[in-house]
Protein backbone atom coordinates (compact mmCIF):
# COMPACT_ATOMS: atom_id res chain seq x y z
CA UNK A 1 0.00 0.00 0.00
CA UNK A 2 2.50 2.63 0.76
CA UNK A 3 4.60 2.01 -2.54
CA UNK A 4 1.38 2.40 -4.53
CA UNK A 5 0.56 5.80 -2.74
CA UNK A 6 4.41 6.85 -2.94
CA UNK A 7 4.18 6.08 -6.65
CA UNK A 8 1.10 7.57 -7.04
CA UNK A 9 2.53 10.78 -5.33
CA UNK A 10 5.40 10.98 -7.40
CA UNK A 11 3.90 10.48 -10.93
CA UNK A 12 1.89 13.32 -9.21
CA UNK A 13 4.89 15.68 -8.98
CA UNK A 14 7.00 14.51 -12.30
CA UNK A 15 4.25 15.25 -14.32
CA UNK A 16 2.64 18.11 -12.28
CA UNK A 17 -0.47 17.15 -11.39
CA UNK A 18 -1.28 18.37 -8.58
CA UNK A 19 -5.05 17.34 -8.27
CA UNK A 20 -6.26 15.42 -4.69
CA UNK A 21 -4.98 12.23 -3.34
CA UNK A 22 -7.21 10.73 -1.08
CA UNK A 23 -6.59 8.12 1.57
CA UNK A 24 -9.33 6.43 2.77
CA UNK A 25 -9.80 4.08 5.61
CA UNK A 26 -11.98 2.87 8.09
CA UNK A 27 -10.91 4.14 11.94
CA UNK A 28 -7.72 1.84 12.90
CA UNK A 29 -6.94 1.12 9.48
CA UNK A 30 -3.48 2.64 9.26
CA UNK A 31 -4.25 5.39 7.28
CA UNK A 32 -1.42 8.21 9.49
CA UNK A 33 1.17 5.49 9.55
CA UNK A 34 0.89 4.84 5.85
CA UNK A 35 1.49 8.59 5.23
CA UNK A 36 4.06 8.79 7.98
CA UNK A 37 5.71 6.02 6.04
CA UNK A 38 5.35 7.68 2.62
CA UNK A 39 6.51 11.03 4.32
CA UNK A 40 9.84 9.56 5.56
CA UNK A 41 10.34 7.91 1.67
CA UNK A 42 9.44 11.59 -0.02
CA UNK A 43 11.89 12.87 2.47
CA UNK A 44 14.66 10.63 1.66
CA UNK A 45 14.29 11.36 -2.12
CA UNK A 46 14.69 14.88 -0.93
CA UNK A 47 11.34 15.75 -1.95
CA UNK A 48 9.97 18.95 0.79
CA UNK A 49 7.23 17.29 2.45
CA UNK A 50 4.60 19.08 5.05
CA UNK A 51 1.61 19.86 6.82
CA UNK A 52 0.44 17.33 9.78
CA UNK A 53 -0.15 14.07 10.78
CA UNK A 54 -2.58 13.17 13.48
CA UNK A 55 -1.24 9.65 15.42
CA UNK A 56 -3.01 8.25 17.98
CA UNK A 57 -2.38 7.85 21.55
CA UNK A 58 -3.12 4.64 23.36
CA UNK A 59 -3.74 3.28 26.79
CA UNK A 60 -3.55 -0.32 26.42
CA UNK A 61 -5.35 -0.99 23.32
CA UNK A 62 -7.84 1.71 23.62
CA UNK A 63 -7.31 5.32 21.86
CA UNK A 64 -7.36 7.94 24.30
CA UNK A 65 -6.25 11.12 22.24
CA UNK A 66 -4.25 12.22 19.57
CA UNK A 67 -1.05 14.12 18.60
CA UNK A 68 -0.91 16.81 16.16
CA UNK A 69 3.05 16.41 13.91
CA UNK A 70 4.30 19.25 12.05
CA UNK A 71 6.12 17.27 9.42
CA UNK A 72 8.46 20.08 8.51
CA UNK A 73 9.67 20.32 12.08
CA UNK A 74 8.48 17.36 13.66
CA UNK A 75 7.20 19.57 16.62
CA UNK A 76 3.78 17.66 18.32
CA UNK A 77 1.35 18.94 20.31
CA UNK A 78 -1.65 17.11 22.07
CA UNK A 79 -4.92 17.40 19.87
CA UNK A 80 -7.64 15.48 21.09
CA UNK A 81 -8.56 13.88 23.93
CA UNK A 82 -12.22 11.98 25.63
CA UNK A 83 -12.84 14.76 27.78
CA UNK A 84 -13.49 18.58 27.40
CA UNK A 85 -12.40 21.54 27.08
CA UNK A 86 -11.87 21.52 23.14
CA UNK A 87 -14.20 21.58 20.06
CA UNK A 88 -16.70 18.40 20.16
CA UNK A 89 -15.84 15.97 17.30
CA UNK A 90 -17.32 12.56 18.18
CA UNK A 91 -16.12 11.47 21.01
CA UNK A 92 -13.11 13.37 21.94
CA UNK A 93 -12.62 17.31 21.73
CA UNK A 94 -9.94 19.03 20.18
CA UNK A 95 -7.86 21.46 21.39
CA UNK A 96 -8.53 24.59 20.06
CA UNK A 97 -5.15 26.22 20.50
CA UNK A 98 -3.98 22.75 18.77
CA UNK A 99 -6.03 23.61 15.49
CA UNK A 100 -4.78 26.72 15.23
CA UNK A 101 -1.28 26.04 15.11
CA UNK A 102 -2.15 22.74 12.45
CA UNK A 103 -4.26 25.11 10.47
CA UNK A 104 -1.23 27.78 10.14
CA UNK A 105 1.27 24.66 9.72
CA UNK A 106 -0.65 23.50 6.86
CA UNK A 107 -0.84 27.18 5.55
CA UNK A 108 3.22 27.77 5.75
CA UNK A 109 3.47 24.42 3.68
CA UNK A 110 1.05 25.02 1.36
CA UNK A 111 3.57 27.58 0.33
CA UNK A 112 6.81 25.98 0.13
CA UNK A 113 5.99 22.17 0.60
CA UNK A 114 6.01 19.84 -2.55
CA UNK A 115 3.73 17.49 -0.71
CA UNK A 116 1.28 18.66 2.09
CA UNK A 117 -0.69 15.99 3.87
CA UNK A 118 -3.55 16.74 5.79
CA UNK A 119 -4.83 14.24 8.65
CA UNK A 120 -7.59 13.88 8.79
CA UNK A 121 -10.61 15.82 7.04
CA UNK A 122 -13.85 15.02 8.89
CA UNK A 123 -16.54 15.43 10.88
CA UNK A 124 -15.67 19.08 11.74
CA UNK A 125 -14.43 19.71 7.92
CA UNK A 126 -18.20 18.50 6.90
CA UNK A 127 -19.48 21.36 8.69
CA UNK A 128 -17.14 24.07 8.16
CA UNK A 129 -15.22 24.03 10.90
CA UNK A 130 -12.17 22.50 11.83
CA UNK A 131 -9.50 21.94 9.31
CA UNK A 132 -12.02 22.90 6.56
CA UNK A 133 -10.95 26.78 5.31
CA UNK A 134 -7.40 25.67 5.12
CA UNK A 135 -8.37 22.77 2.73
CA UNK A 136 -9.79 24.88 0.62
CA UNK A 137 -6.51 27.15 0.65
CA UNK A 138 -4.43 24.27 -0.20
CA UNK A 139 -6.23 22.76 -3.05
CA UNK A 140 -6.51 26.39 -4.82
CA UNK A 141 -2.90 26.11 -5.34
CA UNK A 142 -0.57 24.32 -7.61
CA UNK A 143 0.98 21.87 -4.87
CA UNK A 144 0.32 18.64 -4.34
CA UNK A 145 -1.82 17.67 -1.26
CA UNK A 146 -2.76 14.28 0.39
CA UNK A 147 -6.05 14.36 2.25
CA UNK A 148 -6.75 11.53 5.03
CA UNK A 149 -10.22 10.65 5.16
CA UNK A 150 -12.45 8.03 6.80
CA UNK A 151 -14.34 5.90 4.45
CA UNK A 152 -17.58 7.35 5.71
CA UNK A 153 -16.68 10.84 4.72
CA UNK A 154 -15.30 10.40 1.44
CA UNK A 155 -18.23 10.90 -0.74
CA UNK A 156 -19.24 14.20 1.35
CA UNK A 157 -15.60 15.10 1.01
CA UNK A 158 -15.27 15.21 -2.78
CA UNK A 159 -19.23 17.15 -2.44
CA UNK A 160 -17.75 19.41 0.23
CA UNK A 161 -14.73 20.57 -1.79
CA UNK A 162 -15.82 19.97 -4.91
CA UNK A 163 -13.19 17.75 -6.13
CA UNK A 164 -13.85 16.28 -9.52
CA UNK A 165 -10.34 14.53 -10.41
CA UNK A 166 -8.47 12.84 -7.68
CA UNK A 167 -6.33 9.52 -6.91
CA UNK A 168 -7.78 7.64 -4.01
CA UNK A 169 -5.90 5.26 -1.80
CA UNK A 170 -8.25 2.82 0.28
CA UNK A 171 -6.32 1.69 3.18
CA UNK A 172 -7.87 -1.78 4.64
Known sequence: MANDLFRIILAHLKHSKYFPI????HVGAGKTRL????????RDKGINVGGVLSPRVV????????????????KRKDFAQLSPPGVSAGRFYIDK???EW?????????????VVFVDEVGRLEM???GFASVTREVLSTDVQIVLLVRSRFT???????????YDLVNVR
Do not use: M, P
Open 22 to 25: IVSG
Open 35 to 42: CQEVAIRL
Open 59 to 74: NGESTVGYEIVDLSSK
Open 97 to 99: RSL
Open 102 to 114: AKGVIRRASGVAD
Open 127 to 129: RNR
Open 155 to 165: TELKDKFEIDQ
